[in-house]
């Protein structure tokens, strides 16, 4: 089945947004926390993709949970 992958259409790697700073990425999970914003508005206030942002805000989730 992995043999059948069309690798010029795969490239999920190409379609995110970076990494966030340390600020950006504390800023994201304080906004958040709030319950005021949504990722498209944390992400077009800190000039990171959606993406990066969805992905501090996984991290954190689990991190505050213990999972990590």
Known sequence: ???LVDRRRSRSAAAMSGKM???QALAAVILW???HF???DL???LGVGEDAVCRTLQA???????LA
């Open 43 to 45: 992400a077009s206030v």
């Open 33 to 35: 926390k709030s319950g």
């Open 1 to 3: 089945m992995l043999q």
């Open 38 to 40: 949504d990722t498209f």
């Open 60 to 66: 954190a989730w689990h991190l505050e949970r213990g």
């Open 21 to 23: 700073d340390e600020l």
